[in-house]
């Protein structure tokens, strides 16, 4: 009979060491939310980590030119902070979109983010946030996600100190909002004089659409103008980045088009 206990490892690397020794019978676990999704009715047989209370996984704050943000933090801390309002207002909005609010008191940052799916992931991908490990080195979010080898996220960090940027963020449901998302999509790009963007990025995720870059998507936006929204080539990327998902390509094309010519400045 499948057996699931849960320790309290005391520190990071105490969490790391016993994830390492367990392999795939051991898993970290914040609120668990995410976590669950993957169980088919029945837990199976895990020790689960419970890195909620690591001292080095809490709080939010500006620190070394950057937001740093706990991963032991919840989703609806994260939404209501001023600081996260104030230096990245898209992830704001994006926690605003995920689930119901005893949800989001419930799930955290990291758990979203190490599921792979999480609305999160677009904004945080978009916005070139980087993955602070146990032994506080810090690496780009994306160079995490593909190795995907158990390493505990400690914290996620953002650069602050950037010029204005052309951003949006927008959830696309299947129904009304709080349903699962069909896609999430992120967008940061600067913007010059002659309102051509350059520094283009952009980010999906979705159900059953594992969080990443487009990076036909962002070459093919770069120098374009907002007024011109991407057009046939715009599409053309789209069915590239996403050409498992030629449905969701389709949506993606047409959100960003739309988007971009109403697209929020200096965020």
Same mark, same amino acid.
């Given at each position: 009979m499948?057996?699931?206990?849960v320790? $309290?490892?005391t520190?990071?690397?105490?969490?790391?060491?016993r994830?390492?020794?367990?392999g795939?019978?051991g898993? $970290?676990?914040?609120g668990?939310?995410a976590?669950?999704?993957?169980?088919d009715g029945t837990p199976p047989?895990?020790?689960?980590l419970?890195?909620?209370?690591?001292?080095a996984a809490?709080?939010?704050?500006?620190?070394?030119?950057?937001l740093?943000?706990?991963?032991?933090?919840?989703l609806e801390a994260l939404?209501r902070?001023?600081?996260?309002?104030q230096?990245a207002?898209?992830l704001?909005?994006?926690?605003n979109?995920?689930?119901a609010?005893?949800?989001?008191?419930?799930?955290?940052l990291?758990?979203n983010?190490?599921?792979?799916?999480g609305d999160t992931?677009?904004?945080?991908l978009?916005l070139?946030?980087c993955a602070?490990?146990?032994?506080g080195r810090? &690496?780009?979010l994306?160079d995490?996600?593909?190795?995907a080898?158990?390493?505990?996220?400690?914290?996620?960090?953002?650069?602050?100190? =950037?010029?204005?940027? =052309?951003? $949006?963020f927008?959830?696309?449901g299947?129904?009304?909002? $709080?349903?699962?998302?069909r896609?999430?999509?992120?967008?940061s790009a600067?913007?010059?004089?002659?309102?051509?963007l350059y520094?283009?990025?952009v980010a999906v995720?979705?159900?059953g659409?594992?969080?990443?870059?487009?990076p036909q998507? &962002?070459q093919?936006?770069a120098? =374009?103008?907002?007024?011109?929204?991407?057009g046939?080539?715009?599409r053309?990327?789209?069915a590239?980045d996403l050409?498992?998902a030629?449905a969701?390509?389709?949506v993606?094309a047409?959100?960003?088009?739309?988007?971009?010519?109403?697209?929020?400045?200096? &965020?």
């Amino acid at each position: 009979m499948p057996m699931t206990t849960v320790e $309290f490892p005391t520190s990071g690397a105490d969490a790391q060491a016993r994830r390492s020794r367990l392999g795939s019978q051991g898993a $970290f676990v914040g609120g668990g939310t995410a976590l669950q999704l993957a169980w088919d009715g029945t837990p199976p047989s895990l020790t689960l980590l419970d890195v909620t209370q690591l001292p080095a996984a809490q709080g939010i704050a500006l620190a070394d030119g950057g937001l740093r943000m706990g991963a032991a933090m919840r989703l609806e801390a994260l939404r209501r902070d001023a600081l996260v309002g104030q230096h990245a207002p898209l992830l704001t909005a994006a926690c605003n979109a995920i689930a119901a609010l005893p949800v989001r008191h419930l799930a955290t940052l990291g758990g979203n983010v190490a599921w792979g799916f999480g609305d999160t992931l677009p904004v945080l991908l978009a916005l070139g946030a980087c993955a602070e490990n146990v032994d506080g080195r810090c &690496e780009p979010l994306q160079d995490w996600l593909e190795r995907a080898d158990g390493t505990l996220l400690i914290a996620l960090r953002l650069d602050v100190a =950037v010029p204005p940027r =052309v951003t $949006f963020f927008e959830k696309v449901g299947h129904r009304a909002a $709080f349903s699962p998302s069909r896609i999430s999509i992120a967008l940061s790009a600067g913007q010059d004089a002659q309102e051509r963007l350059y520094g283009v990025q952009v980010a999906v995720a979705g159900a059953g659409l594992r969080a990443r870059r487009l990076p036909q998507v &962002e070459q093919a936006l770069a120098g =374009v103008r907002l007024t011109d929204g991407g057009g046939p080539r715009l599409r053309q990327a789209c069915a590239i980045d996403l050409a498992q998902a030629p449905a969701l390509a389709r949506v993606a094309a047409a959100v960003i088009t739309g988007r971009l010519k109403g697209a929020d400045h200096g &965020e």
